[in-house]
């Protein structure tokens, strides 16, 4: 297999082939996840820490659950009552894990690059499960494992991927993967949700959903980061799900054979119809959530195999 990274800190570097290769080994862990005995020893031996400086249940739950079926001892860090709150500095954090010698390490951080900081301090692979408005890889990659499954392909796909754009790493994470892919990328939602300069992407931008919707194979829903929102981005959610949130009538303009997806959580009644979400002919919103526990179990299995090749002072 084809993958060459020593960590997992965005889509930006990887291969279209690398990317290919963790999908087609994120296959064969379906297959696993579904049998009868779900347990492999890909990382047998090894030690794994997830550092989730940002709430996730869904995200660190599926990490924790791909170490642990592949082996690997898995150490939760409480960072919401770490030292970091106590005034310690991220590379003293870094230098505190050294000591501890982990081989992978799962961080989520509220600020762009903390993760890839991490990366440069530290004698392990780093995976990145989301810096602030940057990049969120494995959200993006079983995205990219949903959509094949479904359409049969990844490459010369129409797919649109609508509302908060702006603050939505997941969204630079997808636009990045998909364009490496050769696929056809629109951004649809309100121009105060669009950042700037978004469109030397190579994407198209829409402000009509029934335009931008219009012949899609794939229709990628995403949250109201409201989180991350210090303005008046929209006038209320009721107009914005007016406008923005997809429906039946929304949902008329994309191929009759088009899937709806979203990155979770959701917010049913704003940027998405509950029934539109619970739709099991159009909906793969579920398959995603079992998408993404393959997904972590193949990245870090491929971690760790260069982890295991290389020599220990190439690490240290």
């Known amino acids: 297999m084809s993958f060459g990274q020593r960590h997992l800190l965005g889509i930006e ?15 064969h862990y379906v297959s696993l996840n579904r049998g009868a005995s779900k347990h492999g020893d890909a990382l047998s031996g090894l030690t794994q820490i997830n550092m989730f400086f ?5 995200t660190q739950a599926s990490f924790e ?3 642990k079926r592949l082996g690997a001892d898995v150490m939760n860090m409480a960072m919401q009552a770490s030292s970091l709150k106590k005034g310690e500095t991220l590379i003293d954090t870094a230098l505190t894990l050294n000591a501890m010698h982990p081989d992978l390490l799962v961080v989520r951080h509220p600020h762009s690059g903390a993760v890839d900081l991490l990366a440069q301090k530290v ?4 995976l990145n499960a989301g810096d602030g408005r940057h990049e969120h890889p494995t959200q993006a990659l079983l995205d990219a494992l949903t959509i094949r499954r479904a359409k049969g392909r990844l490459h010369r796909l129409s797919i649109a991927i609508c509302g908060d754009i702006a603050h939505s790493r997941v969204a630079r994470s997808n636009i990045l993967l998909l364009g490496k892919m050769e696929n056809r990328v629109r951004l649809v939602g309100p121009p105060t949700l669009m ?3 978004i469109a030397e992407f190579g994407v198209e931008v829409y402000e009509d959903m029934a335009e931008g919707l219009r012949d899609v194979d794939v229709v990628m829903m995403l949250r109201l980061q409201k989180e991350r929102m210090d303005g ?3 006038p209320s959610e009721r107009e914005y799900y007016h406008r923005y949130g997809l429906d039946a009538e929304k949902l008329r303009a994309a191929k009759p054979d088009a899937i709806v997806m979203h ?5 049913r009644g704003v940027e998405i119809d509950g029934e539109i979400a619970d739709d099991i002919n159009r909906s793969v919103i579920q398959e995603q959530v079992e998408m993404g526990v393959a997904v972590r179990m193949a990245a870090m299995d491929l971690l760790a195999r260069n982890l295991r090749a290389a020599p220990k002072e190439v690490w240290a």
């Not at 291969?15 to 080994?25: A, F, K, M, Q």
């Not at 990155?263 to 917010?267: A, H, L, S, T, V």
Request: proline share 13%; with cysteine; net charge negative.
């Open 195 to 197: 950042p700037a300069g």
């Open 123 to 126: 004698n392990c692979a780093v």
């Open 232 to 234: 008046g981005f929209i």
């Open 54 to 58: 940002e709430a996730s249940t869904r």
């Open 65 to 67: 659950l791909a170490g």
């Open 263 to 267: 990155p979770g959580p959701m917010n």
């Open 13 to 27: 570097p990887l291969h279209p082939v690398e990317i290919s290769t963790i999908l087609d080994l994120a296959e």
